[in-house]
C-alpha cells in the first residue's frame, strides 16, 4: 500500500532557491513542477517546461531549481509529496528521474489536491483512498512517459472526442474536426481509429444514440424533439440510425424499459401526485 509521509501543495520560491541532495531521500519522491526549472539529468542541466512531473527513486539524487533567467517572484513552484511504498507497480522502463510533460496538467494538479484533502484528514477510509488516488496519479503518470505509444496527438483526440460525447446536438463534420486538430481528414480517420477502435463519425453516430437513449429513459419527450436534441434534423434518419445501434426502434427502447419494471409503474399508478392524469416519466422507474 502506498502511503504519504510528507506533501505541500503550490509551494513557492525565490531565485535563490536551490536543491542538492546527493542521497535523495530514504523514500520516493514526486514533483509535479508548475513553473519553469532546471534539473540536474544524465550528468548535464535540462531546461524543464512548467507542467512536468518527476518521479525520484528512494537514494536517488535530486539536483534543481529556478532557471538563471527567472526575474520574477515566484521563480519556482511545485507540488511534492514523499511517497512511502516498498515498490511501485510501475512498468520497468518507466524513466524515474526523468522530466514527464503533462498533458492537460488541471487533471493532476485537481487529484494531487483531493490526495493532500485526504493526507491532511482523519477519516476512517482516508489509507485506503489515499492508496487508490496515489495509484492512479502515478499510472496516469507512467501513460505520459509513454510518448511512444501515446503521442501528443492521442491527447488532443481525448479532447475531441470528450466534446463530442459532451455535445452530441453539434454539427460534427470530418473536415471540420481534422481542421481543429490542423491535420487532414485522411490522418483523423487513421488515428481516431487506432486509438478508440472506431471511426470519428461512428463516434458521433455513437454519441447522439447514447443521448437519445438517457433521453428516451428518464423524460417523456416526444421521439421527433429528442431527435433535434441529439443532433438530428430528420426524425427518419434519427429512427433509423437508432434501430442500426440499438437493434429496435426508440419507441419500441422506450416500452421495454417499462416492461422490465412494471410492478413499479404500476405501483405508482396513472394519476400519481406528481403527474395528475398521466403515467410517471421514466427515470422514477
Not at 68 to 85: G, K
Not at 148 to 155: F, G, L, R, T
Not at 181 to 199: A, E, M, N, P
Request: glycine share 4%; net charge negative; proline share 7%.
Amino acid at each position: 500500500m502506498i502511503e504519504i509521509t510528507r506533501m505541500d501543495e503550490d509551494t513557492a520560491h525565490d531565485r535563490t532557491f536551490y536543491v542538492d541532495r546527493p542521497q535523495g531521500h530514504p523514500v520516493y519522491l514526486l514533483l509535479l513542477v508548475k513553473s519553469n526549472a532546471k534539473f540536474y539529468i544524465d550528468d548535464k542541466w535540462l531546461d524543464i517546461s512548467p507542467h512536468t512531473a518527476i518521479l525520484f527513486r528512494p537514494g536517488q539524487r535530486h539536483l534543481y531549481g529556478p532557471r538563471e533567467d527567472a526575474e520574477t517572484f515566484p521563480a519556482y513552484i511545485d507540488s511534492w509529496a514523499h511517497i512511502a511504498a516498498p515498490s511501485l507497480a510501475l512498468p520497468e522502463h518507466f524513466p524515474y528521474g526523468k522530466p514527464v510533460l503533462l498533458h492537460n496538467p488541471e487533471d493532476y494538479y485537481a487529484l494531487f489536491h483531493l490526495i493532500k484533502l485526504e493526507f491532511l484528514g482523519t477519516a476512517p477510509h482516508r489509507a485506503g483512498i489515499i492508496d487508490s488516488l496515489a495509484t492512479a496519479l502515478l499510472d496516469k503518470i507512467s501513460d505520459e512517459s509513454n510518448t511512444k505509444e501515446y503521442p501528443d496527438i492521442y491527447y488532443q483526440l481525448v479532447s475531441l472526442r470528450e466534446k463530442i460525447y459532451s455535445y452530441p446536438e453539434r454539427e460534427w463534420s470530418t473536415k471540420a474536426m481534422a481542421e481543429s486538430l490542423h491535420i487532414s481528414q485522411g490522418y483523423l480517420h487513421t488515428v481516431y481509429k487506432h486509438f478508440f477502435h472506431i471511426t470519428c463519425i461512428h463516434d458521433v453516430i455513437r454519441s447522439r444514440i447514447q443521448a437519445a437513449c438517457d433521453l428516451l429513459a428518464s423524460t417523456r419527450k416526444p421521439v421527433e424533439e429528442i431527435a433535434e436534441l441529439c443532433g438530428y434534423h430528420h426524425t427518419e434518419h434519427f429512427i433509423r440510425q437508432f434501430k442500426q445501434e440499438i437493434n429496435m426502434t426508440p419507441g419500441k427502447y422506450r416500452s421495454s424499459l417499462w416492461q422490465a419494471a412494471p410492478e413499479i409503474a404500476v405501483s405508482l399508478g396513472s394519476g400519481s401526485k406528481e403527474f395528475p392524469g398521466q403515467q410517471p416519466p421514466h427515470f422514477l422507474l
